[in-house]
């Protein structure tokens, strides 16, 4: 069986722990799609953890885990942090690469700096990972699929050469910075072919028969729908795909195979990086909620900014869990929330004076406000509890509001930041 756990909103939504959870029950765990722009953070009995491209299955010694052709790697950030697993204890996890994946060069994340300076107060808020130059490469036929580096070198050498043609006028012109040469590119690329060696594989051909052998795979995406290229707060978005049906051309694998979508929601809404969110808090309210919330406080487990916050956004949610096409959600740091006497709820938006109740295109979305309901607070501490039914009774008709108003059936709660903070419905 293949499922799929991603975001229904901006990203930091708790999918890391889910992952890490459901891995437990698969064979195979497979980022899809993204780079180290983002990161899951994950807590266990090794330790806490913070993993920007490695799949959420690597804790598991039964399960392969495997960076699919969708990613943006960055080799560096896999030796850092593969590293940084030994160095914790961890016990050596079976990693796979695909060869059709493409390579982040250092001169993407040089670029993504570059062009962020260059726009200034108009930028992106971008984590400096070098993911839109990368995916830009990669859509221009300008990027460097692992494959080529185990190809010819003259051939490589030329490719290159094109590359630089384009890179090197930027370069200059643009950003009035030194230009790279041939053979710095070619011999960066020969390092990264020996580190990455052990790890290649044609992740086509091994998921192909992993499926046909019956094998349990769980898909695992970065970010949320809402930071979707197409579907998404567009331009403030990522530069891949956030979906699950990108799972099949990020993975490889048929789309009618992926038969259960788990879609992440947050019990409420937090963001990292410009865009629209309609239901954000500022001021006390909103530093209370950030430093209590997640696992020691709302800052991004990459970049340690600290997180935008904002109320459960239902509207957001609903549209989030239907382009993902979520068949379940997963109810994340729901505990959270326990210190409110009350709490707010976005259930519709404003525009221009009527009330909707969908998610609208960006331009739309920029003039709406939210409008709120409160529903009452439980106010205690819900960690521990492993029943749904014993759950406050507040509690438990705030997540049965929610599923009400999303339409989708809530089956999995998290109720704190450890594996074992997890209550199924």
């Not at 950030?77 to 079976?94: C, D, Q, S």
């Not at 290649?200 to 695992?220: H, P, Q, R, T």
């Not at 979520?326 to 994340?332: K, N, S, V």
């Amino acid at each position: 069986m293949i499922r799929a756990i991603v975001g229904a909103n901006w990203g930091d939504e708790g999918k890391g722990k889910i992952t890490d959870v459901l891995a437990a029950q698969s064979d195979i765990v497979i980022r899809f799609q993204g780079g180290s722009n983002a990161g899951h953070t994950i807590i266990n009995d090794y330790g806490k953890f913070a993993l920007h491209q490695l799949p959420s299955g690597i804790f598991y010694d039964h399960t392969v885990s495997m960076i699919g052709n969708g990613v943006a790697l960055s080799v560096e950030n896999f030796v850092k942090e593969m590293r940084a697993l030994e160095e914790r204890g961890v016990p050596t996890p079976k990693i796979l690469i695909s060869d059709r994946a493409q390579i982040v060069m250092p001169y993407h994340i040089d670029l993504d700096t570059f062009e962020e300076a260059r726009l200034s107060e108009n930028s992106f808020g971008s984590t400096k990972s070098g993911i839109a130059p990368f995916y830009s490469d990669k859509y221009a036929k300008l990027g460097f699929q692992i494959s080529e580096l185990f190809g010819d070198a003259e051939e490589l050498k030329g490719r290159i050469s094109r590359v630089l043609a384009v890179k090197n006028t930027l370069l200059k012109y643009l950003y009035h910075q030194p230009e790279l040469t041939v053979d710095a590119v070619y011999d960066k690329l020969m390092e990264y072919k020996e580190l990455i060696a052990p790890y290649v594989v044609d992740s086509f051909d091994y998921l192909n028969k992993a499926m046909k052998e019956g094998k349990n795979i769980l898909l695992e995406g970065q970010l949320g729908a809402l930071k979707d290229p197409d579907f998404g707060i567009y331009p403030m978005v990522t530069s891949s795909s956030t979906l699950a049906g990108y799972g099949a051309v990020g993975a490889g694998l048929p789309p009618y195979e992926i038969k259960d979508i788990i879609a992440v929601v947050k019990a409420y809404s937090s963001a990292v990086g410009a865009g629209e969110f309609v239901s954000e808090i500022f001021g006390e309210e909103a530093d209370e909620l950030r430093r209590r919330g997640g696992d020691g406080g709302e800052f991004g487990a990459t970049t340690g900014r600290p997180r935008r916050m904002g109320w459960l956004d239902l509207v957001a949610s609903r549209y989030g869990c239907q382009v993902q096409g979520a068949t379940q959600i997963a109810f994340a740091v729901l505990d959270v929330l326990g210190y409110l006497d009350e709490i707010p709820v976005c259930v519709a938006y404003e525009l221009d004076g009527e009330r909707i109740d969908y998610f609208p295109s960006t331009t739309k979305l920029k003039r709406c406000k939210p409008i709120l309901k409160k529903l009452p607070g439980w106010k205690c501490d819900i960690r521990g509890i492993k029943k749904y039914e014993d759950l406050p009774e507040n509690c438990r008709k705030y997540i049965e509001f929610a599923e009400q108003e999303i339409g989708i059936p809530i089956k999995i709660i998290s109720n704190g930041p450890a594996r074992d903070d997890i209550i199924y419905r």
